[in-house]
């Protein structure tokens, strides 16, 4: 069974800061890329940032220079700092997993379940 757990939502005002975490646990052979999406209300979900198994970035226009992913290939966990965060930052923020294999599947996407991010002016 794979799983990604995420942590370090909540409600904060403009101009803060926050830390998005997400494990991921289960067997692993390999993994390509980790990253966050996110989803406003009424909004559909939208890419956030991306980083591959080689460290490679890839980020939204909204977040470029606010927001910083990481990846912790020993740990299997990505992380996501978010500083001088906006109101229209508030969404839920989903972990994501891409090309994901074990030893009897190969699953294309994971997803987290999700963490909410408030951000109040």
């Known amino acids: 069974q794979v799983q990604l757990v995420e942590f370090g939502g909540g409600s904060v005002q403009a101009g803060g800061s926050l830390r998005l975490s997400c494990e991921a646990s289960g067997r692993i052979v390999s993994m390509d890329a980790m990253g966050w999406y996110r989803q406003a209300p009424g909004n559909e979900r939208e890419l956030v940032a991306l980083v591959s198994s080689g460290g490679r970035t890839n980020y939204a226009d909204s977040v470029k220079g606010r927001f910083t992913i990481s990846r912790d290939n020993a740990k299997n966990t990505v992380y996501l700092q978010m500083d001088s965060l906006k109101p229209e930052d508030t969404a839920i923020y989903y972990c994501?997993?891409?090309?994901?294999?074990?030893?009897?599947?190969?699953?294309?996407?994971?997803w987290g379940r999700g963490t909410r991010v408030t951000v109040s002016s």
């Open positions: 994501n997993a891409k090309n994901w294999v074990t030893p009897i599947h190969r699953h294309l996407e994971v």
